[in-house]
């Protein structure tokens, strides 16, 4: 919506911020299965939403869904008001606005670190060697690695592994973050290294959807989380409320069952 606004002795004009990810009416079915129930979600730009949620309620196929590595049987997404197209260059395009970072890290075994970092620019947005290998290297210095830049993934630790991920992601240049479970299959010592990493991207004002376990992590960084079960979001609110006062007998249900 455009509107005329008053501003000191100036008029200006503004333009109400298009959200950045819009996902309407989404419907997904994998066979007899509706995984995704009409699903409305609107992400505004620098905005931290958590989905939380019950194992299979959907949350990793929504996750999907927003860089297309599933389809929608019905409704519509839109990345800065473009609606996903459904292949070739353009879809490129768009996905690459969309970095994503998985339970398991899906780093390149057989290329280095740095390589890892790299690859995606120099390969998807053309970036030349040498550019691509600086802005690597800040990456992983800002992600607490850029020591191990020239080691093998299996040469690290999951944790440090896991922060390689999100410099990987980073090196794209993404609108939006999309976590899912990213500290899931850590050892319990290495989780807060990699959720402050996130904590640090959230305050650097990067868009972030994080699927998590994490409660402190939701309660810490989130403006908002979205609570999923059965394929539908059943409650959305401010991390406090959320957590002091659910609404829902689901919501409930599920926070009574976490120590
Ligand atoms: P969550 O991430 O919340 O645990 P998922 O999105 O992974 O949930 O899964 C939601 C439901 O869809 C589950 O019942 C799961 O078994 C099912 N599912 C997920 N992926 C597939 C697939 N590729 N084929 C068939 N069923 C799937
Ligand atoms: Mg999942």
Redesign the pocket.
Same mark, same amino acid.
């Given at each position: 919506m455009t509107q005329l606004t008053k501003s000191g002795s100036f008029t200006v004009m503004t333009t109400s911020a298009t959200p950045l990810v819009a996902l309407r009416d989404v419907n997904k079915h994998?066979?007899d &299965?509706h995984?995704l129930k009409d699903i409305n979600l609107e992400i505004d730009q620098g905005e931290v939403v958590v989905v939380i949620?019950?194992?299979?309620?959907?949350?990793?196929? &929504?996750c999907r869904t927003i860089n297309r590595l599933e389809t929608i049987d019905s409704g519509s997404i839109q990345i800065e008001g473009v609606e996903l197209p459904k292949e070739g260059k353009e879809l490129a395009q768009l996905r690459a606005k969309v970095g994503m970072v998985f339970q398991s890290f899906n780093l390149f075994a057989h290329r280095t670190v740095i390589d890892n970092v790299m690859l995606g620019p120099m390969k998807v947005r053309g970036i030349k060697k040498p550019e691509a290998k600086n802005r690597a290297m800040e990456l992983l210095k800002r992600v607490g690695v850029g020591n191990q830049a020239q080691k093998y993934p299996a040469q690290l630790s999951g944790g440090q592994q896991q922060r390689v991920a999100i410099a990987r992601a980073l090196a794209m240049d993404p609108k939006v973050m999309l976590f899912?479970e990213p500290t899931s299959a850590l050892d319990p010592e290495m989780i807060n290294e990699v959720l402050d990493v996130m904590t640090d991207l959230a305050k650097g004002g990067m868009t972030m959807i994080v699927?998590t376990h994490e409660m402190g992590f939701a309660r810490k960084a989130a403006d908002r989380v979205v609570f999923?079960a059965d394929?539908a979001i059943v409650e959305e609110a401010e991390p406090d409320t959320f957590f002091t006062n659910p609404t829902s007998s689901r919501a409930k249900d599920f926070l009574s069952k976490l120590i």
């Open positions: 994998f066979g &299965l995984v949620g019950p194992s299979g309620s959907g949350k990793s196929t &929504l899912d699927v999923m394929g």
